[in-house]
């Protein structure tokens, strides 16, 4: 089994910054892209960053320049810090990664985390 467990949110004030854990465990034989996602009240979720296991950064232009993704792949563990932070970046968020299990090597799976509320005060 492979789980993935989200630390780090909380209730900030604009303007603000939080950075986000999620750490991978479990039958791990590899981790391929890594990506947070995020869904406020009543909207679809969105993604918000990807980092392929060999450092390339992708965002969206609603966070670009404010939040900054990072792996650490000793620790099977991605970050997501959240800089400059808006009343509008308040939603649960949640991590996402593309993973080889030793159960199943033909295949990579997508897995996802439980999730962590972000909230921004204006």
């Known amino acids: 089994q492979v789980q993935l467990v989200e630390s780090g949110g909380g209730l900030v004030q604009a303007g603000g910054s939080l950075r986000l854990s999620c750490a991978a465990s479990g039958s791990i034989f590899s981790i391929n892209g890594m990506g947070w996602y995020r869904q406020a009240p009543g909207k679809q979720r969105e993604w918000v960053a990807t980092i392929g296991n060999s450092g390339s950064r992708v965002y969206p232009d609603s966070v670009k320049g404010r939040f900054t993704i990072s792996r650490d792949n000793a620790r099977n563990t991605v970050y997501l810090q959240m800089d400059s932070l808006k009343p509008e970046d308040t939603a649960v968020y949640y991590c996402?990664?593309?993973?080889?299990?030793?159960?199943?090597?033909?295949?990579?799976?997508?897995?996802w985390g439980q999730g962590t509320q972000v909230t921004v005060s204006s």
């Open positions: 996402n990664a593309r993973i080889r299990s030793d159960s199943d090597l033909r295949y990579e799976h997508d897995y």
